[in-house]
């Protein structure tokens, strides 16, 4: 496979970096995951946006123009034959340049591969199990930056417990999950936290707003708190990675039946039309 960099296609196995690479010393940079379903980008302008607002909420320049990265990422997919369902990383960093905290004069190093993702189709059908943790990110969360550990190490939490991933709060309030956004059902109504600096505005998260009010789901954005978690009529989380995901279970107590939700399948539905993959599930 290979491996988009701003010098050109690079084989997979022959990009290195220099020790003095400012992603790897600092965490200086921004990514992005983008889904592929049979071979097509999904929410590709979702992400693309998302990817400048990082770029700038950091002061990072990105080396290209949002067309220029379009016609790039289309030549990733060509040159790799990639024809069914995969994601796309993509990072910038600051670039190479002897350790200073301070901005170096160089260019930034870019690049992008793609990487073969099935469906997760089983735990998207039965549901999966989550646990709670206290939210001990930064005040900018909405900014997609490499620096992952307090995401690392809840998600990791969660592995250890036979989870699937973990809801960060910070006080009672619930925020997001270490890689996706969350949600309740309560009464007919979804809640979700509020665009703000305190969570990553997701891209499937923008798409659940589209098709919730399409299904005629009122859907508020407004913080819930960790009490409303354990009463909540249903729970899911979104993401590129897991799409719309049921949560049957909490800190290893069930979620009412410990079933996937009503209005959470008619949501898994419209997602899946939407992304045209409906024929897979
Ligand atoms: N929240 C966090 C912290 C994430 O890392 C992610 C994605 O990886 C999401 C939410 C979901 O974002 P998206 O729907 O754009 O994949």
């Keep these: ?144 930056s490499l620096n992952l550990l307090p995401n690392i190490l809840a998600k990791q939490e969660a592995k250890e417990q036979n989870c699937f991933e973990a809801i960060l709060h910070r006080k009672e309030k619930v925020t997001e999950c270490s890689s996706s956004n969350v949600y309740i059902v309560k009464d007919g109504k979804i809640y979700t936290h509020p665009e703000t600096n305190n969570i990553l505005h997701g891209c499937v998260r923008s798409k659940v707003k589209t098709l919730a009010q399409n299904l005629n789901i009122p859907l508020i954005e407004e913080a819930f708190t960790l009490e409303d978690l354990q009463t909540a009529d249903e729970v899911f989380l979104t993401s590129s990675n897991a799409e719309v995901m049921p949560i049957i279970s909490i800190d290893h107590k069930q979620v009412q039946d410990g079933k996937p939700g009503t209005k959470t399948i008619s949501l898994q539905k419209a997602y899946e039309q939407d992304a045209k993959i409906e024929q897979d599930a």
């Design 1 to 144: 496979r290979k491996i988009l960099t701003q010098h050109g296609f690079v084989d997979k196995d022959l990009l290195t970096y220099p020790y003095e690479e400012r992603g790897l010393q600092f965490g200086d940079g921004i990514y992005e995951v983008i889904r592929i379903y049979h071979g097509d980008y999904y929410l590709l302008t979702e992400h693309v946006e998302r990817l400048f607002r990082s770029a700038a909420a950091i002061k990072l320049t990105v080396p290209y123009n949002k067309e220029q990265v379009y016609h790039k990422l289309a030549e990733l997919l060509e040159i790799n034959d990639v024809k069914g369902d995969a994601k796309v990383y993509l990072q910038i960093t600051r670039g190479s340049a002897a350790r200073d905290h301070v901005f170096p004069d160089t260019e930034p190093n870019f690049y992008a591969y793609v990487q073969d993702l099935p469906r997760p189709l089983t735990e998207l059908k039965n549901g999966v199990s989550v646990i709670t943790q206290e939210d001990e990110r930064w005040q900018n969360c909405y900014i997609k």
